[in-house]
């Protein structure tokens, strides 16, 4: 028994190794340098839209997000992530972006007339919300759900999808009982009548 005792006493009593010495000539990486640039990102999201605008505005939309990812100066998460994103993803890095900056790089994408870009951001703003009332979230994804019914005009897609983002964005945390139960069954309400308005023309949601 004495003699892996004196190995351990003997291991513990080691002189510590020393640290490795740091290559001279090579910066340290830093956990806050982006991967990527404005251009990268800038890239990344106007492929988020590609599909479903004029390829000749594929320029002016590239330039218009790279001059405000220098001018917001996004951090270096949101660059990378939107760099890297893939199809479906834009709620998902836009996240990384406060509300101005997120709400920014929207009105650029979805452009100032109803288009199917409009549909991919309206997408992107719903994927924000987490409301915190059952009905309310479970509301927010039949709209969402919505969005992809090809037989409702994309007009009165983009305006659900839109006020629906817009509204359920304020804070219901603070609210009290009575107020969340009456928000409740509004939400409720809603589902159901989104849901007969889609079953209409052909749409399950």
């Known amino acids: 028994m004495r003699g892996p005792l004196l190995l351990l006493v003997a291991a513990c009593s080691s ?7 740091q ?18 990102a800038a890239r990344g999201l106007s492929g988020a839209t590609r599909g479903v605008r004029e390829p000749e ?15 917001d100066a996004w951090p270096v998460t949101a660059i990378d992530c939107f760099a890297e994103m ?7 890095c836009a996240r990384q972006l406060d509300e101005p900056k997120r709400e920014a790089v929207f009105a650029v994408l979805a452009g100032n ?7 991919v951001v309206a997408r992107a703003r719903l994927d924000q919300l987490s409301v915190g009332i059952e009905a309310c979230d479970r509301f927010v ?9 090809d037989a409702m005009s994309l ?11 817009q509204f359920w964005s304020l804070p219901t945390d603070r ?17 159901e009548t989104l849901r007969r308005e889609a079953s209409t023309v052909g749409c399950t949601l």
């Open 15 to 21: 002189p510590a190794p020393e640290p490795a010495k």
């Open 23 to 40: 290559q001279t000539g090579v910066p340290p990486t830093l956990s806050n340098q982006a991967k990527h640039t404005c251009a990268h």
């Open 57 to 71: 505005t594929e320029a002016e939309i590239f330039d218009a997000l790279a001059a405000r990812c220098d001018r």
């Open 86 to 92: 893939a199809e479906g993803e834009l709620g998902r």
């Open 113 to 119: 007339e109803p288009s199917e870009a409009g549909i």
């Open 141 to 149: 994804a039949t709209v969402r759900a919505a969005l992809s019914c």
């Open 155 to 165: 007009e009165v897609r983009l305006s659900i999808g839109n006020e629906t983002a």
């Open 175 to 191: 609210l009290a009982a009575d107020d969340v139960q009456r928000m409740s069954q509004v939400c409720v309400t809603s589902d």
